[in-house]
């Protein structure tokens, strides 16, 4: 026999699941679009108030600025073919209509100059549920500095 709160507690963890399920899609579809350099499709995740802080400078993007295509097709044209953005590490939170998932992201590439590129970034994204359907109201993405005065990035890390 199943109890009332033994039900309630089944119906939230599959809810809760069901959510972690859309947020890894939507996760998904953005590192897919980045692969076929796709921004615009890439920036259908998020909502018109994004925040981001980008590995690339400014200090951060807001509103019709962090959801400006233009700069993403920018850094795309950058690269020689596809640019693999590997999630790994991923935690997922949800509670009710908002979320926040952080990540350690592997990327690589090649630069048009022939650079090949492999660098692994951290990663927190904040979401919200609008209409049914998670969107991304807040990105930040960064790389740790070396702390010996140099200021330079430590991109030779790994995990």
């Not at 259908?44 to 981001?52: A, G, I, K, N």
């Not at 492999?118 to 990663?123: D, I, K």
Request: charged letters at 25%; aromatic letters at 6%; a neutral charge.
């Amino acid at each position: 026999m199943t109890t009332d709160s033994a039900r309630t507690s089944e119906t939230a963890t599959d809810a809760r699941r069901t959510d972690e399920e859309q947020i890894r899609a939507v996760l998904a579809d953005r590192a897919a679009a980045t692969k076929a350099r796709d921004a615009r499709r890439f920036l259908s995740h998020t909502t018109p108030d994004l925040v981001e802080f980008s590995l690339a400078p400014p200090l951060q993007y807001k509103g019709p600025q962090a959801r400006d295509p233009r700069a993403l097709e920018a850094w795309y044209a950058t690269w020689q073919g596809p640019v693999e953005v590997t999630p790994t590490q991923l935690e997922i939170t949800v509670g009710g209509d908002v979320a926040f998932c952080h990540s350690i992201n592997r990327m690589r590439g090649t630069k048009t100059d022939g650079f090949e590129v492999e660098l692994w970034s951290r990663a927190t994204v904040g979401l919200r549920r609008i209409d049914g359907v998670w969107k991304i109201t807040h990105a930040h993405d960064s790389v740790p500095f070396l702390m010996d005065g140099s200021g330079r990035a430590a991109l030779d890390l790994k995990p």
